[in-house]
C-alpha cells in the first residue's frame, strides 16, 4: 500500500516543492505506522529517525529541538487541555515539523521553545488546579541537551527496536523509497 500524503503542507513552506511533498509522503507514512501501532512517547526516536533521514539533504537546515506542548485531544471537552511537559520536534529551514503522531494529532496545538513562555502561557489559562506532577523545567533542559546531540549526529540511546520496524513501515508505503532499492 502507498501512503497518500496528508501531512500539513502548507507547514512546510520554506522547503522546494519536491523535498516537501516527499517529507510529507514520509511523515504521513509515519503517523499512519504510529497510529496503527498505538505508539506513543516516542518523540525522540520519531526525531531521530526522520533527522537520520534528512540529514544527507545539505540544502536544508535540519535542527532536532526540544518544545513544551499544550493542546486538546479531539473529541475532548474544550476546557480539557493536554499538557505535555517536553517534546522533540523538528526545524526544516525554520518550519516545524512533529514527526509524533500522539502530539500531531491534538487539536488548538501551542509549541514553547522556552519554558518561560511556556509556564506565562500555563499561569494566563488560569487553571484551577494545575500543579506540575514532575520538575518540567529539568526534564525540558535533558530535551534541549539530547537535541543538541541528535544535530551533532551523537545521540544513540534511541528504542531501535521501534526505529527499525518504522523504518521498515516507511520503506514499504512510500513509492520514493521503494523505487530505491
Given at each position: 500500500?502507498?501512503?497518500?500524503?496528508?501531512?500539513?503542507?502548507?507547514?512546510?513552506?520554506?522547503?522546494?516543492a519536491?523535498?516537501?511533498?516527499?517529507i510529507?509522503?514520509?511523515?504521513s507514512?509515519?503517523?499512519?505506522?504510529?497510529?496503527?501501532?498505538?505508539?506513543?512517547?516516542?518523540?525522540?526516536?520519531?526525531t531521530k529517525?526522520?533527522?537520520?533521514?534528512?540529514?544527507?539533504?545539505?540544502?536544508?537546515?535540519?535542527?532536532?529541538?526540544?518544545t513544551?506542548?499544550?493542546?486538546?485531544?479531539?473529541?475532548?471537552?474544550?476546557?480539557?487541555?493536554?499538557?505535555?511537559?517536553?517534546?522533540?520536534?523538528?526545524?526544516?529551514?525554520?518550519?516545524?515539523?512533529?514527526?509524533?503522531?500522539?502530539v500531531?494529532?491534538?487539536?488548538?496545538?501551542?509549541y514553547?521553545?522556552?519554558y518561560?513562555?511556556y509556564?506565562?502561557?500555563?499561569?494566563?489559562?488560569?487553571?484551577?488546579?494545575?500543579?506540575?506532577?514532575?520538575?518540567?523545567?529539568?526534564?525540558?533542559?535533558?530535551?534541549?541537551?539530547?537535541?543538541?546531540?541528535?544535530?551533532?549526529d551523537?545521540?544513540?540511546?534511541?528504542?531501535?527496536?521501534?526505529?527499525?520496524?518504522q523504518?521498515?513501515y516507511v520503506?514499504?508505503?512510500?513509492?520514493e523509497f521503494?523505487?530505491?532499492?
Amino acid at each position: 500500500m502507498i501512503m497518500p500524503f496528508n501531512y500539513k503542507m502548507e507547514e512546510l513552506a520554506n522547503i522546494p516543492a519536491a523535498t516537501k511533498t516527499l517529507i510529507a509522503k514520509q511523515v504521513s507514512a509515519m503517523h499512519e505506522y504510529q497510529k496503527i501501532n498505538n505508539i506513543k512517547r516516542q518523540c525522540i526516536t520519531n526525531t531521530k529517525y526522520l533527522f537520520d533521514c534528512i540529514k544527507l539533504n545539505k540544502s536544508l537546515d535540519i535542527k532536532a529541538t526540544a518544545t513544551l506542548v499544550i493542546g486538546q485531544r479531539s473529541g475532548y471537552p474544550e476546557k480539557h487541555i493536554r499538557i505535555i511537559g517536553w517534546h522533540m520536534v523538528l526545524l526544516i529551514n525554520g518550519e516545524l515539523i512533529d514527526p509524533s503522531y500522539e502530539v500531531d494529532s491534538m487539536i488548538n496545538k501551542k509549541y514553547f521553545y522556552t519554558y518561560k513562555d511556556y509556564i506565562e502561557y500555563i499561569n494566563s489559562l488560569e487553571l484551577d488546579n494545575y500543579k506540575e506532577e514532575v520538575n518540567v523545567r529539568s526534564l525540558f533542559n535533558d530535551f534541549v541537551d539530547i537535541a543538541k546531540l541528535i544535530n551533532a549526529d551523537k545521540y544513540y540511546s534511541i528504542n531501535t527496536e521501534y526505529y527499525d520496524k518504522q523504518a521498515e513501515y516507511v520503506d514499504e508505503n512510500v513509492e520514493e523509497f521503494r523505487e530505491c532499492k
